[in-house]
């Protein structure tokens, strides 16, 4: 097919495909850019990750109109590419002497299961604690979430125009201690509580501001058939089709500078590719440790000062569940009297975890097989964090399958080895990450402004990803690469208006509508 004109300088080099570095990369070359998107592993898709045929990674698709809007920005509408299955019961809810409790995207069907559960006063519990999470999410998404760099005088300003969030934000106030003072239930506290792991965090530190995680989860969760996976591979195609380039088993050795700004990268083989722009869609940590060579170790040097995000264990495989019934997500919770989270912020492994369990064979509108895929995945601390106590295959099982079977579920056969993911693991997949699966820690108050944005001090050189704002999860790992999209968009075009080649006819106004309409896309 006949690629698109390429934009004067215009070349650029993403180095990651994980789902971050794809939304970065499907907007530019629908826009003209010479666009090639460098992954050092066999197949595209970051951490939205297969073993063996199993999703190991991210297992539903939530906050969709991020990626309707992806799509319809380059002329294609997302339910033609993929089949989205929703979720009538977002999770199902299991505690060592009750439970299930199913939550429902119909919130009066989830009000009248914790009224059947806990009683009338925790409905109406629920019912004011999910009207201060609605009321959080709409007050923070467009000044915050959306904008590619905000601002703590911006985002005071909005506050009080809106001086409801103050109250709502309780200000100082942990996840964990809005929650106690929001539902008399303990189990209640727990399950809202954790929420916060979302975002690699523990209530007991994460701001009470976080609660409006629940309510992202509470306007729809989907499942993509074929798994989350398809999705990267869909959008790597895209890219493919508009004339972009896919290279795999690309690993970059350096990212290289000249006279104050990119000039490329090099590659582990020596190969040297040119480039005007470069987008890391990597951990940002690795940067400023110099993994990508000393040129960039000046980027993102707060992930360096701040605290990591959990890390986790998480078991891949197929096999025959025993008969309990299962959804596609299920939880199962420790005592609630005991703490996981206070084991894990000391570095060890939770004695008495909580266990999130994907049944990734079910919810998806078809009967489930004899042999079903699952991913269980069990809260842990990253490297940065670890006690003395070390990654062990054996205190991994140990800790999560009798603890299952206490609750009726069994697996034949249980999971080797091989099925095992734990932080070293994923230290060694994803370069300077220490294993953490969410950049820097959700803890405190500003710690959401303290992240890396797209823009860096290098000319050229942009981050995407879930290390970078907006932070941890996939659709705001997606809109990271919506921000590093509008700004080569934009700086481009400022480029061209004072460089006196430009091509005549217009070339910048050109640009300079692009830049407008994507920024305005992304929210910028």
Known sequence: MMKKPRHSSGRVIVIGAGIGGLATALPLVHRGFDVTVLERHAVPGGKMRQVNGVDAGPTVLTMLDVFEALFDDVGETLSDHVTLIPQDIL???WWPDSGPLDLFQNRDQSAQAICDFAGPAARDEFTTFADRAARLYDGFQGPMMHKAEPRL????????????????MAPGQTMRRLLEKSFTDPRLRQLFGRYAT???????????????IWDAE??????VKGGMSTLARTIAALIETKGGAIRTNASVKKINTAFGGVSGVTLTTGETIYADHV???????ALALGLLGEPSSQTATITTKRARSHSANVWSFAATPSDIELVHHNVFFCDPSKNEFAEIARGYIPSDPTLYVCAEDRGQGVAQPDTERFEIIMNTPSLTQRAAQPEDYEICHTRTF??????GLRFRPEPGPEALTMAK????????????LYGQTPHGMTAAL??????????GLYLAGGGTHPGAGVPMAALSGRHAAAAIVTDQTLTSRFRKTATPGGTSTASAVTASALSRSSGS
Request: charged share 20%; hydrophobic share 35%; net charge positive.
């Open 198 to 212: 979302y975002v690699g965090g523990s209530p007991d530190q994460s701001p009470a501001l976080l609660s409006l």
């Open 279 to 285: 987008v890391f869609n990597g951990d940002p940590r």
């Open 91 to 93: 999770a199902r809810h």
């Open 153 to 168: 005088a911006n985002l005071s300003a909005h506050v009080l125009k809106n001086p409801r969030l103050i109250m709502d």
């Open 402 to 407: 009798p603890t299952l079977r206490r609750f």
């Open 425 to 436: 693991t994923f230290d060694a997949l994803f370069p300077g990450s220490a294993g953490s």
């Open 450 to 459: 303290e992240r890396p944005t797209a823009r860096t001090r290098i000319k």
């Open 218 to 223: 509470a306007r729809g969760v989907w499942c």
